[in-house]
Structures are given as C-alpha cells and as structure tokens.
C-alpha cells in the first residue's frame, strides 16, 4: 500500500498549487482522505478531509475558503487545490488515508501515510 504526493514547490505569496495524492496497491474508495500538513519546529495539524463518496469535506479554519480537497474514486487520487497561498502554508504537506468512511480531523483516525511533498510560500 502506497500514496504518493507530488505537485509542491515554491510559489510567491497570493499563488497556488494544486497537490495530488495517488494511492496504490488496494482501494480507498471505501474510507475517508486527508492532507496534513508539519512546518519546521511545529506539531503535525490537520488540513483538510473529505468523506469516501466526495459527499463530506472539512477544514482547518486557517485554510477555509482558500484550499479545496476533492477526490476520483476511479483514479484512486485526492487532491488539494490551494489558492491565495500564504507564507504561513510552508510546510510538508502529507496524504492520509482513513480507517473509516466518514471524514476525520486527527491523525490517529488515519492508516496510511504518504511520504509528503514541500510546499514553500514566499512573502
């Protein structure tokens, strides 16, 4: 079982990027999805989640209305559109897969983890 995220790199403060997880050997189309996110000297936080149909999404307030999680059962991808970036979203971002349908905000909720990809926002 693998995911894999890609789609980071520097960006000017006001930007976007678009992160990408691919998940491999064995489907999650049946569980929830999350990116988390850890800048230097800080604690792992929670970022966004979505539900296994897509039908759920949550937030960290600090990303609402700025960030988007979406997710293609068929491809078995989810992603992160991130706009109006700001320098406080420096950090690796991680893909997360979850243990149960429902979206989930704690890290203990999930199983799998992605490697993370940097994402580095200049002011």
């Known amino acids: 079982v693998q995911l894999v995220e890609s789609g980071g790199g520097l960006v000017q403060a006001g930007g976007s990027l678009r992160l990408s997880c691919a998940a491999s050997?064995?489907?999650?189309?049946?569980?929830?999805m999350g990116w988390f996110r850890q800048a230097p000297g800080k604690v792992r936080e929670f970022v966004a989640t979505?539900?296994?149909?897509?039908?759920?999404?949550d937030y960290v307030d600090t990303v609402k209305d700025r960030f988007t999680i979406s997710r293609d059962n068929v491809k078995n991808t989810v992603d992160l559109q991130m706009n109006s970036l700001k320098p406080e979203d420096t950090a690796v971002y991680y893909c997360?897969?979850?243990?149960?349908?429902?979206?989930?905000?704690?890290?203990?909720?999930?199983?799998?983890w992605g490697q993370g990809t940097q994402v580095t926002v200049s002011s």
């Open positions: 979505i539900s296994w149909n897509g039908g759920s999404t």
């Open positions: 997360a897969a979850g243990r149960s349908w429902s979206p989930a905000i704690f890290g203990y909720e999930y199983d799998y």
């Open positions: 050997g064995r489907t999650f189309s049946n569980v929830a």
